[in-house]
C-alpha cells in the first residue's frame, strides 16, 4: 500500500513525451511497453518528477481543480498504485 508521505520518483528508463500539454506518452525503454496519462494525470506526473509526495500532490490538486477531497486522494493513490505497477515509477529508496 502506498503511503501518502512516501517519495514515489519515476524510473530512469521512462522516457516522456507531453502531446499539446494536455496529454503524455510514457516509454519504459526497459520493458519497451508504453503508457498515456490524460491532462491530469500528466499534472500528477509532472508534480512526481518534482519530488512531492502523494500527500503533496493532492493537497495542490485541491487548489488546482474542482474536486473534493475524497475524490482527489483516490484519483492521485490510484494513478500512482498503476505507475508502480507498469514500473514507471518506484518508491524511494530512503523513505
Known sequence: MIRLDQ???PD????VTELDGKEAVLLHLGTKMYFT??????RIWQMLS???????INERFLTEFDVSPERAKE???HLIHELIQEKLVKVAEFD
Open 7 to 9: 517519495h514515489i520518483k
Open 12 to 15: 530512469p528508463e521512462v522516457v
Open 37 to 42: 496519462l490524460n491532462e491530469t494525470g500528466l
Open 50 to 56: 518534482n519530488g512531492l509526495t502523494p500527500e503533496e
Open 75 to 77: 484519483g492521485v493513490l
